[in-house]
């Protein structure tokens, strides 16, 4: 899609932006045509404000999409912290799992993330919003297969909430990833 048929399209009349702030470097559409200086000529003809922002470095680098989009793929948490300037989160809804977790002494919210971005499978530090109760609980999550219990390629992510018992099936949460503790990895068994 060409540059300025981007802007129209969806900048214009689907997103009906009023500010657009991109990177001094960012290009996009077709042959990366589109720059700040067609956002500000095709601003001023439709009525919205563009305006590049400079270069920000963090830990040893430039600051990029790509580059934060890297760090949680490969379960770097901390690192995506830093270019990000706050924790990366996911939002998604809680399902109703097999209760197995409830058996193990371990209940967990199986939550189906609305999210595109992924990080690496393993056992994380999180923190997860539940606007019902109008508060943020400590809790490690773990994301991958569950080797243990399935023999599977499906994602999933399921959070054990610390001190928490309540019933929040189908409600939406927020799951902040603190820290990574490790990778995945089954065990013999789930005794």
């Keep these: ?20 702030y991109i990177g001094k470097n960012f290009r996009f559409g077709a042959d990366r ?4 200086t067609l956002l500000r000529e095709m601003g ?10 400079p270069i920000v470095e963090a830990a040893g680098g430039v600051v990029s999409s790509t580059r934060v989009r890297a760090a949680i793929a490969a379960g770097r948490i901390e690192e995506s912290a830093e270019l990000l300037g706050r924790a990366f ?3 998604g809804v809680v399902l109703e799992g097999k209760r197995l ?3 193990l002494g371990f209940p967990t ?14 056992v994380y530090v999180t923190a997860v919003h539940i606007p019902s109760f109008e508060r943020t609980f ?6 991958g297969v569950r080797p243990t219990l399935y023999d599977s390629s499906l994602t999933t992510v399921e959070s054990h909430v610390l001190d928490f018992t309540g019933d929040v099936y189908r409600e939406g949460v927020r799951l902040f990833f ?10 013999a068994s789930t005794t």
Excluded: K, P, Y
């Design 138 to 143: 400590a809790a490690v999550t773990n994301v």
């Design 178 to 187: 603190l820290q990574r503790i490790r990778d995945e990895r089954a065990f």
């Design 1 to 20: 899609v060409a540059a300025s048929e981007f802007v129209r399209d969806v900048l214009v009349e689907r997103l009906a932006v009023r500010e657009v």
């Design 101 to 103: 977790g409830r058996t």
């Design 89 to 91: 989160f996911i939002d």
């Design 33 to 36: 045509g589109g720059d700040v």
């Design 44 to 53: 001023r003809e439709l009525g919205f404000l563009a305006a590049s922002w």
């Design 109 to 122: 919210l199986n939550i189906e993330v609305e999210n595109e971005i992924e990080t690496a499978h393993g």
